[in-house]
């Protein structure tokens, strides 16, 4: 695919180096544009880490080098650098500070964690507690409601086991307001690579009946990523069964509201 706006750099502890190493594997496999978007620095209050985001020090050095980057190889892909955020409410406006000041260009929204992160309840985990996945949903409409993400990653997360009329109800309540804010929703190559629980072919059935715009993302953490040819047939395999077509060249949405 010719555009990909979600790729990681080692910097978030769980995805291969070196930054470099993936912007040649994406020129090699036809990628025209490429958005890096590490799990982003999270400016939390009271000391809380987490382990798979980069550290609020270390995000001056991510923007500097892949904004030297997208200079060096300007001639050859176009670059650009953001961030994968979650939307807490609590610490929203000090990370729009943030990423502000390092002049993010944009924001994808992965909704990883519920609350403020530091209740740690992680979305996929499997469970059949409704009010968890109605957090979800309305937390996630939340984060949309800025006007300040490009798109929806994974809108699919949640791990819902629970009764199928409820997961129904409250994700299609998320396609509406997804359609309403005019929200793109990515189909994750990465849940197939992986075999997640998503891409959820339930999800996307209501994706496709209330009409939602689609993107495909690798969610690189990995130069490899760039090779997923199968994944990616996968990937537009499924949004043509439920009557979607992935939009190829989605324009950034900018952080500055
Ligand atoms: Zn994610
Ligand atoms: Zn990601």
């Known amino acids: 695919m010719q555009v990909n706006y979600h790729t990681h750099t080692w910097r978030c502890n769980h995805a291969e180096p070196d930054e470099r190493a993936y912007i040649e594997s994406a020129i090699a496999h036809g990628v025209k544009v490429l958005g890096f978007s590490d799990h982003t620095p999270y400016p939390f209050p009271?000391?809380?880490?987490?382990?798979?985001?980069?550290?609020?020090?270390?995000?001056?050095?991510?923007?500097?080098?892949?904004?030297?980057?997208?200079?060096?190889?300007?001639?050859?892909?176009?670059?650009?650098?953001?961030?994968?955020?979650e939307y807490y409410p609590a610490v929203f406006p000090a990370l729009l500070e943030l990423l502000r000041e390092q002049q993010c260009e944009y924001m994808l929204l992965g909704q990883?964690?519920?609350?403020?992160?530091?209740?740690?309840?992680?979305?996929?985990?499997?469970?059949?507690?409704?009010?968890?996945?109605?957090?979800?949903?309305?937390q996630t409409i939340e984060g949309m409601a800025t006007g300040l993400f490009t798109y929806l990653a994974h809108p699919d997360l949640i791990h819902f086991?629970?009764?199928?009329?409820?997961?129904?109800?409250?994700?299609?309540?998320?396609?509406?307001?997804?359609?309403?804010?005019?929200?793109?929703?990515?189909?994750?190559?990465?849940?197939?690579?992986?075999k997640r629980h998503y891409p959820d072919r339930r999800f996307w059935e209501l994706a496709g009946e209330e009409g939602n715009r689609a993107v495909l993302g690798y969610d690189a953490h990995s130069p490899a990523a760039f090779?997923?040819?199968?994944?990616?047939?996968?990937?537009?395999?499924?949004?043509?069964?439920?009557g979607l077509t992935p939009e190829e060249h989605l324009p950034l949405r900018s952080i500055m509201g």
């Open 46 to 85: 009271d000391g809380h880490t987490s382990w798979f985001r980069m550290s609020v020090e270390e995000a001056p050095r991510y923007f500097a080098l892949i904004r030297q980057l997208r200079e060096e190889y300007k001639d050859r892909i176009e670059i650009h650098v953001g961030v994968e955020a």
């Open 112 to 138: 990883h964690y519920l609350f403020n992160e530091e209740e740690s309840i992680y979305s996929a985990t499997a469970t059949d507690d409704p009010a968890l996945l109605i957090r979800y949903v309305d």
């Open 161 to 194: 086991t629970g009764d199928e009329s409820l997961y129904r109800l409250h994700m299609r309540r998320l396609c509406r307001a997804a359609r309403e804010l005019d929200m793109p929703l990515e189909m994750n190559l990465l849940g197939f690579h992986d």
């Open 227 to 242: 090779t997923w040819r199968e994944l990616e047939d996968q990937g537009r395999r499924l949004l043509a069964d439920v």
